[in-house]
Each structure stands twice: as structure tokens, then as C-alpha cells.
């Protein structure tokens, strides 16, 4: 026989009342009475029905997630630290690969208060996205979406209704500067984007942070310049990291460190790189982004900044809730979380002289 909620509220030593409650994501339950609520649901395998619920509290208790695509490896990590916090609060998830389709963006966040509570959108929103259908109880987060450009929101628009959520890009390139000079690394290149560029800044220049981190680091070093950047094609994947690091190196002799966009394109800079003759790290050091379970298993091993996609997701989950049950403050919230950098040994050992 089917569970009940009756049933989880005995398990778990509570009312069918504070069942309900959790369930409904009604605020002023006590976290521990959450956990135990949780857990007894777990332990059960019970299903809330979603019709009863959408009749009494005009909410579905579904979450929309709208990500570009699931074949990339970092974002199906991210994507998969979404549904499994929402999954731990009682919220179901559909997500939508939007593949660059407007058509597909627009029907997701169109959907908030029809068939999902809140969307949340991994990555930038691009430009004119449609958010003019939003309200402060059909919650948007955007997790990590990068700079927001001034035309992003429309006029007409409240910015109160976009909740961000993001990791400390700069205290990424300072931790990876500061690692470089412990290194004796003293000449390197950006292979793709620089994530910590602002919203106003030349995304053909290494951005201002990177500048200032490189030469806080290494004192004496002239921040004005900075390293030289890479461009890498669509999408910015191994093959692309894998030609861009031989074409790097003939471009600008002398690199002693190749800084990746990502993990993808590092860990092709790693291949690229051996089939060239280059050793890694003695002759030049290559540093990722992401964190890829891959690079513990490349050779070397890739040195990586780790983002924390699960501490995203929680962040992401806890402004979803927020929203829902009208807690926090009323205008737009961005949480900027920590990083880690991973030390490997793709930048480990005696640089060139």
C-alpha cells in the first residue's frame, strides 16, 4: 500500500499539519522539523499530490531549470546539483536544454506560475530575454550569468526580479596569480574568455582584475598590457583548447602558463601540448576552470579553480524558497560564493628557464 502523508507525519513524529507545511514551502517551520519531514518522505518514497497542491496553494511546487545545453560536462554537473537540492526540498524539476532558441526561453519563463513556482537559469540570460512576464512570487535566479550588460533588462522591467547567483571570479584569478608567482611563472596566455571581466570592460583584453591580481603578484610586473588572449571558436570544447594551445605557443614564444577558459579546453591544451613534444608543467603549465572529475585523471593531473556547484545550488534553491514564501528583501539579491583552487600538477615542478 501506497504511503500516506499521515504516514510520514507518524515517522517523522509530527503533524499532518507540518507535513503540509514543508510540503507547501510555508515559511516559520523549524529547520529541524524540515529535516525530519525530509527525511520521513525519503524513507517512505511518498509523493505529494501535485494537483492537490496546485488547488490549494495555486502552485505547482515544480522547478523549471533552463540550461543551453546538457552535453557539456561542467553544466550537466551543475545542472545535476540543481535537481538534486530541489529533489532534497520536495520540488520536482524539468529541465529545458534551450539550445540558443528564444522560442524555448521565453515558453520556460512564461511558465512560471502556470506549470513551474520559479525558474532557475544556468548561465547568462542573452540579450533580450523576455522578462517582462515576471512577479516576485514566480522567482527567476540566474546562476552564473556573468556580468549583467546595462541593455540586459529592459527599462520597464523591475531588476528586482532576476536573483543572482555567482562564484567570486576574482578571487579566482587572484589565487591563480598568486599561485603562478609561488610557481616562477612569469609569461602567460589566456586561451579563451577571461571570466572576470565587468559588464563595460574589452573582452578582446585581459580584464582589469586578472591585470591587477598578475601584477599584485609578481611585484615589478607592468599591469597595463597583461597577457595576451587567445581566441577560441565555438564551442570553446578539447578540440578547440588543443589547437589553441600549439597555436599559443607559436604566437608568442616564450609562455610559461596557458590559463583555460575551462577544463574542456585545458584538458585539450594537455593533449595538444603532448602531441606537440611540450612538457607539462616543465616547459609550460596549464591551469583550468571547472574542476572536471577528467582532470584528476589527465596526465599530469590539471590544476583547476573549483566553483562549487553544489554551494551554487543550494544558494540557487535557498533564493527560489525565499521568493516562494516572501522572506528576504524585496529587491534583487546577488550571492557571490566562494572559490578553490585545485593545485595539480599541470602547473607543479620547475618552470623553464
Request: overall charge neutral; aromatic content about 2%; charged content about 20%.
Amino acid at each position: 500500500m501506497a504511503a500516506t502523508m499521515r504516514d510520514v507525519a507518524a515517522l517523522a513524529g509530527v503533524s499532518v499539519k507540518t507535513v503540509s507545511r514543508v510540503v507547501n514551502l510555508e515559511p516559520h517551520t523549524r529547520p529541524e522539523l524540515v529535516a525530519r519531514v525530509h527525511a520521513a518522505i525519503a524513507e517512505l518514497g511518498w509523493v505529494a499530490s501535485g494537483a492537490a497542491r496546485t488547488l490549494r496553494t495555486g502552485r505547482t511546487g515544480m522547478l523549471g531549470v533552463g540550461v543551453a545545453e546538457l552535453r557539456r560536462p561542467y553544466l550537466a554537473t551543475l545542472v545535476e546539483a540543481l535537481v538534486i537540492e530541489a529533489e532534497r526540498r520536495g520540488m520536482p524539476v524539468a529541465v529545458e536544454p534551450l539550445h540558443g532558441d528564444p522560442g524555448r526561453l521565453r515558453a520556460l519563463l512564461a511558465a512560471r506560475g502556470r506549470s513551474v513556482d520559479a525558474v532557475v537559469h544556468v548561465g547568462p540570460l542573452p540579450p533580450g530575454a523576455p522578462l517582462d512576464e515576471g512577479a516576485a512570487d514566480r522567482p527567476l535566479v540566474v546562476v552564473q550569468g556573468g556580468p549583467v550588460a546595462v541593455d540586459e533588462v529592459p527599462p520597464a522591467v523591475p531588476v528586482a526580479l532576476v536573483d543572482r547567483v555567482d562564484e567570486d571570479v576574482v578571487q579566482a584569478v587572484v589565487l591563480i596569480a598568486r599561485h603562478l608567482a609561488v610557481m616562477g611563472r612569469r609569461r602567460p596566455v589566456l586561451l579563451g574568455p577571461d571570466r572576470a571581466h565587468g559588464p563595460a570592460e574589452d573582452r578582446a583584453r585581459p580584464s582589469a582584475a586578472l591585470r591587477a591580481a598578475l601584477a599584485a603578484a609578481a611585484p615589478g610586473a607592468d599591469p597595463a598590457p597583461g597577457p595576451p588572449l587567445v581566441a577560441l571558436p565555438a564551442p570553446a570544447d578539447r578540440a578547440a583548447g588543443a589547437r589553441a594551445a600549439v597555436a599559443a605557443l607559436a604566437a608568442h614564444p616564450g609562455t610559461d602558463v596557458l590559463l583555460c577558459t575551462n577544463d574542456e579546453v585545458a584538458l585539450g591544451a594537455l593533449a595538444g601540448l603532448a602531441a606537440a613534444g611540450v612538457m607539462v608543467p616543465q616547459q609550460v603549465a596549464v591551469v583550468g576552470y571547472d574542476a572536471l572529475d577528467d582532470g584528476r585523471f589527465s596526465a599530469p593531473t590539471l590544476t583547476t579553480v573549483d566553483p562549487g556547484p553544489r554551494a551554487l545550488a543550494r544558494a540557487a534553491l535557498e533564493l527560489v524558497h525565499d521568493r516562494l514564501v516572501g522572506a528576504g528583501p524585496a529587491g534583487p539579491r546577488t550571492l557571490v560564493l566562494p572559490v578553490e583552487l585545485v593545485r595539480r600538477g599541470s602547473t607543479l615542478g620547475e618552470a623553464a628557464t
